[in-house]
């Protein structure tokens, strides 16, 4: 395998996604909706031609030579096209089950056997320059039948469900049985995703005033989401765990203070990270509308927004950005 950086940019390629807050709560439309495995790997850019095909991810990262692209492209050399361009995630397998995140990231990065790195394909962009128009049907259909007989490359494990019967035989099956990180739904014009577990990427704006806080831990911190205008809309408080180095880590964001109040300390935001919860409250609350305003935020009126359970910081995300379309309220389902 080799790897390159280029100075191309894929981030307007990633699909944005409404969160169902379970599979039976997917609408199906006959015809229409497909179901798809959603996998823990690495959003990517796939890309083809007669010369050969290469890999880029959100940070400009060029991978050729993987033994799931040299086996993509001798499939594609005995069709007719000169270029295709797809969406990927690039991930890990062992005994027959998708690995997390991790563990791809140890093998790709030379821990591991790369015969075990796959590639996922969920879209087709565009063929010989021109950009796809029929529907993700005949487009998942359509790259089946270029790759037919391939193993390490494929079209991620999807059906396209006439019962919420049919929905709930391919969850418990590939995410319950398999370990899929969950499902993605398109219907309609709308992409859906479900996990067993629910994320959300949001941005911290303050940190709480606790008993370890002034011994320079920070045991909990409050983070917003945006919404379409750039305002901030807070969600609540985010336990950071019992890890000393991470509480210590975020009480450097105390150099970045803008604005202090007996139960917070306001900071700029800098930081987004993914916070995994369990469930929403079905009782939404009043959340505090946030303007920025030169370096501190003034509140200019609360709106109604269902409340997270059991909230948690799993991961800082550096390749997400403070906008509104990385951190949209729509991430939040409706209760």
Known sequence: MEEAVTAIKIN??????????????LEITSGETVLMVKVDGEFSLLSYSQEGACTINLWGKMRTGLPALNEFTDA??????????????????EDGRPLKLP???????????????????????????????????????????????????????????????????????HVGELGYEGLV????????????????DAVIVAL???????????????????????????????????????????????DFKVGEDERMVWVKPL?????????????????????REGEGYTEIGTTQLAR????????FRPDKQVTPTDLRTEQIPEA
């Open 185 to 200: 739904a398109r219907s309609n014009d709308e992409i859906w995703k479900v996990k067993p577990i629910s994320e959300l």
């Open 103 to 173: 563990d791809f990231l140890h093998i790709i990065k030379g821990g591991g056997d790369l015969s075990k790195i796959r590639i996922g394909i969920f879209d087709l962009l565009t063929v010989n320059g021109q950009a796809v128009r029929e529907n993700y049907v005949w487009k998942v259909g359509e790259v089946e039948r270029w790759l037919n007989g391939c193993n390490l490359c494929h079209v991620l494990p999807h059906i396209q469900p006439a019962t919420t019967q049919d929905v709930e035989n391919f969850w418990n099956y």
């Open 12 to 25: 307007h390629l990633k699909p944005t996604m409404k969160t169902l807050p379970s599979f039976r709560a």
């Open 76 to 93: 594609m050399r005995k069709t007719s096209l000169e270029r295709v361009e797809m969406l990927c995630e690039l991930y890990a397998v």
């Open 308 to 315: 997270l359970r059991h909230p948690r910081l799993i991961a």
């Open 271 to 291: 930081v987004v990270c993914t916070v995994q919860y369990t469930d929403i409250f079905r009782n939404s609350r009043n959340k505090m509308y946030l303007y």
């Open 208 to 254: 709480n005033k606790r008993e370890l806080f002034f011994d320079k831990q920070v045991t909990s911190f409050r983070v917003a989401l945006m919404d379409e205008d750039g305002f901030f809309v807070e969600i609540g408080d985010v336990a950071s765990g019992i890890n000393h180095d991470l509480r210590g880590a975020l009480w450097k964001l105390m």
